[in-house]
């Protein structure tokens, strides 16, 4: 749906390491990012992500065992339209600048919410979005930042 991915963060688990895996995302031109157990923060977000889709899906599936692979796709719909901790914006806000309709959303939006047909403003919003969500990012990260790097101490070493 959105396209072959540019790198790919995975376990060293030896179905991951076998020769056409590591064959495949070659010919697809896909970079390979192994975690290990002994730095566990290579990839926090995926980390954060397994995590919460873990959770998800185990509150999803309890009821529906056998069918689960059908709920897959309204999993991933909730997801992409639940707004991050990080920048207060949900995925599809900040790819599509607007979040799908669903059911809760059947009252009318106020005037001044809804988006513009004008291609070059519309441009415009997507590209305000972008910019809002780096700098919430960037906020966010140095503010995670600093709490991991509290009780740290800076070490010089003289040559």
């Given at each position: 749906?959105?396209?072959?991915?540019?790198?790919?963060?995975?376990?060293?688990?030896?179905?991951?390491?076998?020769?056409f895996?590591?064959?495949?995302w070659?010919?697809?031109?896909i970079?390979?990012?192994?975690?290990?157990?002994?730095?566990?923060?290579?990839d926090?977000?995926?980390?954060?992500?397994?995590?919460t889709?873990?959770?998800?899906?185990?509150?999803?599936?309890?009821p529906?065992?056998?069918?689960w692979?059908l709920l897959?796709?309204?999993?991933?719909?909730?997801?992409?339209?639940?707004?991050?901790k990080?920048?207060?914006?949900?995925?599809?806000?900040?790819?599509?600048?607007?979040?799908p309709?669903?059911?809760?959303?059947?009252?009318p939006?106020?005037?001044?919410?809804?988006?513009?047909?004008?291609a070059?403003?519309r441009v415009?919003?997507?590209?305000?979005?972008?910019?809002?969500v780096k700098s919430?990012?960037?906020?966010?990260?140095?503010?995670?930042?600093?709490?991991?790097n509290?009780?740290?101490?800076?070490?010089?070493?003289s040559?």
């Open positions: 749906m959105h396209g072959i991915p540019k790198s790919i963060v995975s376990d060293r688990l030896t179905k991951f390491l076998s020769h895996w590591i064959a495949l070659k010919k697809l031109g970079k390979l990012k192994y975690s290990t157990t002994c730095y566990p923060q290579t926090g977000q995926t980390e954060v992500t397994n995590r889709l873990g959770i998800l899906l185990r509150a999803l599936i309890k529906y065992a056998k069918p692979d897959l796709p309204n999993v991933e719909f909730a997801y992409n339209r639940a707004p991050s990080a920048t207060c914006l949900s995925p599809f806000k900040v790819v599509c600048g607007i979040d309709l669903c059911p809760l959303d059947l009252a939006w106020p005037l001044e919410q809804k988006p513009t047909a004008d070059p403003s415009e919003e997507i590209k305000k979005i972008h910019e809002l919430k990012i960037e906020k966010t990260n140095a503010a995670y930042q600093a709490q991991a509290k009780h740290k101490e800076k070490v010089v070493f040559t």
